[in-house]
């Protein structure tokens, strides 16, 4: 494929031709719309484009502008996605809304791995995935079934916290998803490098993690391959402050009767402010750290 398919547009035409000559990256939206507060939320947003650059890849950040499937934004789009107030968050069972109701929104990493995908992208960075949500109620986030049925390299830092990571990590053992820890032995835990829960295999570089996805796509097993890359160590929140924070933001969206899509954002939100900044610059840290592993891993897939 050298074009996007016909409904994804790029409005950087030339730089998303030949996906699969090139290095590409793509990457998340939901996180500059909702995941991090403005002005933070922007900065990243370039920064994170700048760092695929520098590496030598092509950044493509994916989101709905109004109803079009865009692989790649203007700095424009961007800025609108990260200010604009009413800007969605838009998860895979969104998509057919969006495009038919021109929606403007942030994709998920469920809607960014359908329409990176269908783009051509082979490598994907965001910061932590959704997963299995603490409590009784049964919330699985959509990013999970999408990671089980698309052939793409997901770079993150695990799952977000705020999960049950053990049901999660369970989960995409169920799906078959591969879980590689790079550089670690241990599932990251978003702000924290450690979750006492195992990776299939560990991998040093970006060469072995392209030789597993090589291998996997001769093999033709369509699931994700999920490259779990642990929070820089200068930038980790120590356990005992992440556990109170944690708890207090549990019991906060509890209180407050939070759920469904608004509920991840919230929890976020709540442990930023309640850290004193110490989460959102864990945030901040492994999504730079993240986009740079991806960069060096799209380099390392077409460098063969
Ligand atoms: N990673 C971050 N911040 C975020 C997210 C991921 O560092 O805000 C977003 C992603 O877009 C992910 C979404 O898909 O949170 C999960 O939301 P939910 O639990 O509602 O599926
Ligand atoms: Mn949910």
Known sequence: ???????????????????????????????IAHGLPRPVNLETARRLESI???????????AIVNGELC????????????????????SKRDIPIAVARKWTGGTTVSATLWIANRAGIKVFATGGIGGVHRGSLPDVSADLPELARTPMITVCSGAKIVLDLPATREWLETYGVTVIGYQCDELPAFYSRTSGLPVDVRAESPQEVAE?????????????????VPVPEEFEVPAEK????????????????????????????????????ATLRANVALLENNARVAAEIAKALTNN
């Open 71 to 90: 692989a790649g934004l203007t700095d424009e789009q961007l800025s609108s996605l990260a200010n604009d107030i009413g800007v969605k968050k838009i």
């Open 212 to 228: 597993i996805f090589r291998t996997q796509q001769e093999l033709k097993i369509v699931s994700a391959l999920l490259v779990c």
């Open 242 to 277: 992440l556990k109170t924070v944690l708890d207090d933001a549990l019991a906060e969206a509890e209180r407050n009767n939070i759920a469904g899509r608004e509920l991840t954002p919230f929890l976020l939100n709540q442990m930023a402010q309640r850290s004193e900044g």
């Open 1 to 31: 494929m050298s074009e996007p398919q016909r409904g994804t547009k790029s409005t950087r035409q030339g730089e998303v031709a030949n996906l699969m000559e090139r290095p590409v990256v793509a990457l998340e939206s939901t996180v």
């Open 52 to 62: 695929v650059r520098d590496v030598g890849a092509q950044p493509s950040t994916i």
